[in-house]
Each structure stands twice: as structure tokens, then as C-alpha cells.
């Protein structure tokens, strides 16, 4: 079989209309072990991992932040923060907007409160943050070297405008800004993506694979790399239009087991 690693965007490609796998999806996947099955998102590896247990393949690496932090079980094979400076700038801009800021690294991540967007989020990655002031959460990772793997914004979609532009116009050699939806904004450092990690993978982990081995699936903007780059980039049938138009097939969307019958059908 020419596949040996399936790689899987999260949110929009995976899971159902209640943020959940379904029992053909998880069937799928235990049916094909010991196949890697490579969830790789946005999502910090907190909000992976309980997806992982439910396939009952623990051991396989995951793909966080879009590519900024890769993991073997507890080993970091890559990590690549945003700047503090961007960071501070960000916090400063937002400081007199109603934009909500979540403030990630790692498995740490901290909002400001229990808003309406982080109990959004936290309803999504079954995920409870932190509350910790921004400043706070800077100076400390300052102290520890550390910075944020992502940061999101979220609020206002005329906010959230200005917001972009404005990073974009000061930062766009240093972040990727990702707009998810229009009232969102994901960030992480220029230089990462998911085609990046899967690199990382094929130099540390599967060193006997090529990307003409892997199937990658996929339904938005941060995907595309990666889908072109794959030997099968699919997309579901809910993704994006541009995600459609460079994929190498197109299944049924994420409400209808799109990459579950993908599986079935190939392996």
C-alpha cells in the first residue's frame, strides 16, 4: 500500500456537528492500526488528546498550533513561539477593545476571564483555561523564556478587522495571521506550518516515509500547504473553496464521516 501515515485537521474536517468523533470514525481508525493517524490542528495538545485515547493510539505524535510545537508522547520534537514583542503589542492594541485575548503555550493556556469566548472555546476542546491578566501571563513567560504558541483573538467582526490590519501591516514578517472565521483571529510565528511539521515527523519518526506516503485531510486556509504537499490531499466536502480546488479528492463533509469513508474506501 502506497499510504502508511493519515494525517487529519480537527475542527470542520473530523468531527461531527457536536464537536465529537463519531462511532464510524473511531471504528475507521482502530481498523486501520497500527497505521499512524496524525491529528494535526490548531488546537494545543490538551484539546488533542482525549481524541487520541478514543482512537487508542496514545503513542502517535501530535501536531499542535498549526505546526508550532510537534510532540512525541512527552518529547518535543519542534516548538516555535511567537516573539514577547509581538505578543506585548498585541495585548496593547487590545487593551481598550472588547476583543477577548486566549494566550497559549504548550498545555498552558490563559484568558483574562470566563467570558462568552472562553467558554465557547472551552465547550469546544473540552479544554478549562486559566485566568491570569495578560501582563502577568507576558512577564512570567519573559522570566521563563517562554512565549505564546498561539494567540487568539476573538470578538467583533469590525474589531477583529481593524485588529488584522493592523498586525498585518506591523508584524507580517514575523506572524501568520489566520482568520478562521470572521470573528477570529489565530497567531503563530511566520515560520511554521502543517506542512513543517509533517516535515519533522519524516525527519525524527517516519524517516522510511516520503510525503507521497501520506494522506492528509483537511477543510480550511491552514491546510492548503499541507494538502498539496501530501501524496492524497482530501478535502471535505464542507471545506473552503480554494481548499476544493487544490485537493486531490473530495469526500463527504465532517457531519458525514468524510474522512472515516475515505479510510474505508482506501485501506
Known sequence: MKYQLVCTDIDGTLLNKDRELSELTIAQVKRIAPIPFVLISSRMPKGMRHLQHQFGNISTPLIAYNGGLVLDGDKILHSTFIDNSVLEATINKCANTNIHLSLFHADEWYVQSMDYWAKREE?????????????????????????????????????????????????????????????????????????????????????????????????????????????????????????????????????????????????
Open 123 to 267: 465547550n469546544n476542546t473540552k479544554v478549562t483555561p486559566t485566568i491570569k491578566s495578560h501582563v502577568d501571563v507576558l512577564n512570567t513567560w519573559r522570566n521563563e523564556g517562554k512565549g505564546a504558541h498561539k494567540i487568539m483573538c476573538m470578538g467583533d467582526e469590525n474589531e477583529i478587522d481593524v485588529l488584522y490590519k493592523t498586525l498585518e501591516n506591523e508584524f507580517s514578517d514575523d506572524i501568520m495571521l489566520y482568520r478562521s472565521k470572521e470573528t477570529y483571529i489565530e497567531i503563530s510565528h511566520k515560520s511554521i506550518s502543517k506542512k513543517t511539521a509533517i516535515e519533522v515527523l519524516l525527519s525524527t519518526i517516519y524517516t522510511h516515509l516520503s510525503m507521497e506516503n501520506i494522506i492528509a485531510f483537511g477543510d480550511n486556509y491552514n491546510d492548503i500547504e499541507m494538502l498539496k504537499a501530501v501524496g492524497l490531499g482530501v478535502a471535505v466536502a464542507n471545506a473552503n473553496n480554494e481548499v476544493l480546488k487544490i485537493a486531490n479528492k473530495v469526500t463527504e463533509s465532517n457531519l458525514n464521516d468524510g474522512v472515516a469513508l475515505v479510510i474505508k474506501e482506501l485501506f
